[in-house]
Structures are given as structure tokens and as C-alpha cells.
T-cell receptor, first 114, second 115 residues
Framework: AQSVTQLGSHVSVSEGALVLLRCNYSSSVPPYLFWYVQYPNQGLQLLLKYTSAATLVKGINGFEAEFKKSETSFHLTKPSAHMSDAAEYFCAMTDSGGYQKVTFGTGTKLQVIP | NAGVTQTPKFRILKIGQSMTLQCTQDMNHNYMYWYRQDPGMGLKLIYYSVGAGITDKGEVPNGYNVSRSTTEDFPLRLELAAPSQTSVYFC??????????????FGPGTRLTVL
């Protein structure tokens, strides 16, 4: 069965430091992968997506992610954290069984320390 | 272009009551979804629809029902509310490419408490 695993339910970084949020996937078919961000009391919004084109994907707000098939990973990075990056981040992938469903990871809450 | 709208934003129900959570999208997306979000548990898919008149169960469908009579609307019905249904509910929609769901667009959520 396919799955998405996010390592670390809480991550703290200092303002200006590198942000690294980890996501590993398991899928029997080439995946489509997504990162979403959720600010408090809001719905999720798309940060970036991988759909089998370039393996390094750039998204909004300076975030990027690299698809590594050999490591089954799709980690999210940002060179320099801002206070406004504090939010919860979800990694997701499309379902291999019918492509209509999306499987979400359990989320990582990012805290940015001034 | 409002995107995905949900009503109500908040609701408190008594055990055994019923209610309908409304969801409407104006992007002409064929796929629509209902999720519930509980702290530390991520999003769990309740039901989804790939087009008007077609719905299917997700991961946690018990206690819920849906219908999809139009492309725009995808209401979620709670029958006989239970405390275990206390959660935040999100509706989402997406377009498809070659039958595969692309990025999802989420509504702002409905916070439901069952007492």
C-alpha cells in the first residue's frame, strides 16, 4: 500500500537558518508529490508539486523540493527561514490505485525562533 | 472567483443531532473531496467524488453521507452526531489530468464540536 511519512511532527529553526522538512514516500507507481502549507485556522494551500518533470521543484515563498527516486524522498527546503514561515506543512501524493485519491502525511509544525 | 467555499465555519451539535456541511466550488473541477483533520493525525479522507452523480468512500466514511448532484456542490451529511465526529472538516476540489488528480484547492474549513 502506498504511504507518505513525514519525519518529525515538530521542527524548530532560528530565523535566517535553513529549513529542512523531510518526506518519504512508498508507491508502486511513479508518484505525483505535493507539499501544502496550513496557517492557523486556515485551509491548506499548495506550495509546490512534482509531476514527473524536473526533479528539483521550486514553489512559492522561496521553498523548493527535490524528488529523489533512489531515496524515495521529497524533502522540502528553504535557505533562510522567516517568521512568516511558521505553519504546518503537509507532504502528499496521489493514490496509485486509481489516481483520484491523495494520501497525506501527518504534517510537520514549523516553529521559527527570532 | 471564490474558489472553494464552506458553510458554516463553526457549529456545535448535541449527540444524536444531524446536520449538513455545505461545500461549493466555482472552478469547474470534476474531483471533490471531504477530509477531517484531528490534531496530530493529518487529513483523513471521508468521501470523494469524480464527477456529478459519482461518489465513493474514503478512509473514514462511517457516520457520514454525501451526494453530488451538480459539479459545483458536494454536501456532507452527518447523521446521529457522536463526540468522535468532533473535528475540523475540509472540502477540497481538484482538476484531473489523464484521470489523475492534480493539486487540490481547499476550503477554509468547518470546526464542528459534538457535545
Amino acid at each position: 500500500a502506498q504511504s507518505v511519512t513525514q519525519l518529525g511532527s515538530h521542527v524548530s529553526v532560528s530565523e535566517g537558518a535553513l529549513v529542512l522538512l523531510r518526506c518519504n514516500y512508498s508507491s508502486s507507481v511513479p508518484p505525483y508529490l505535493f507539499w501544502y502549507v496550513q496557517y492557523p485556522n486556515q485551509g491548506l494551500q499548495l506550495l509546490l508539486k512534482y509531476t514527473s518533470a524536473a526533479t528539483l521543484v521550486k514553489g512559492i515563498n522561496g521553498f523548493e523540493a527535490e524528488f529523489k527516486k533512489s531515496e524515495t524522498s521529497f524533502h522540502l527546503t528553504k535557505p533562510s527561514a522567516h517568521m512568516s514561515d511558521a505553519a504546518e506543512y503537509f507532504c502528499a501524493m496521489t493514490d496509485s490505485g486509481g489516481y483520484q485519491k491523495v494520501t497525506f502525511g501527518t504534517g510537520t509544525k514549523l516553529q521559527v525562533i527570532p | 472567483n471564490a474558489g472553494v467555499t464552506q458553510t458554516p465555519k463553526f457549529r456545535i451539535l448535541k449527540i444524536g443531532q444531524s446536520m449538513t456541511l455545505q461545500c461549493t466550488q466555482d472552478m469547474n473541477h470534476n474531483y471533490m473531496y471531504w477530509y477531517r483533520q484531528d490534531p496530530g493525525m493529518g487529513l483523513k479522507l471521508i468521501y470523494y467524488s469524480v464527477g456529478a452523480g459519482i461518489t465513493d468512500k474514503g478512509e473514514v466514511p462511517n457516520g457520514y453521507n454525501v451526494s453530488r448532484s451538480t459539479t459545483e456542490d458536494f454536501p456532507l451529511r452527518l447523521e446521529l452526531a457522536a463526540p468522535s465526529q468532533t473535528s475540523v472538516y475540509f472540502c477540497a476540489s481538484s482538476y484531473s489530468v489523464s484521470g489523475r488528480s492534480w493539486e487540490q484547492f481547499f476550503g477554509p474549513g468547518t470546526r464542528l464540536t459534538v457535545l
